[in-house]
């Protein structure tokens, strides 16, 4: 298992800081994973399922538009 610390999960997303945070007081992006006192990470695997499922639900809103 690989933990992305923030700045790993911007640059694999494309999302900046502040919207990491608010999908994640959502609930529409993985919880990170306390590391330290102050340091938190992202296990890696649910932040590319999280990819996967914008891709996935793309794909399936092309279908419906056709």
Do not use: C, N
Request: charged share 30%.
């Amino acid at each position: 298992m690989k933990i992305l610390r923030l700045k790993d999960v911007m640059h694999t997303t494309g999302l900046s800081r502040s919207t990491v945070y608010s999908y994640i007081s959502e609930g529409t992006f993985p919880k990170s994973v306390q590391l330290g006192s102050r340091a938190v990470g992202w296990v890696e695997s649910e932040v590319q399922d999280w990819l996967m499922e914008r891709v996935k639900e793309r794909d399936e809103l092309a279908l419906v538009a056709r």
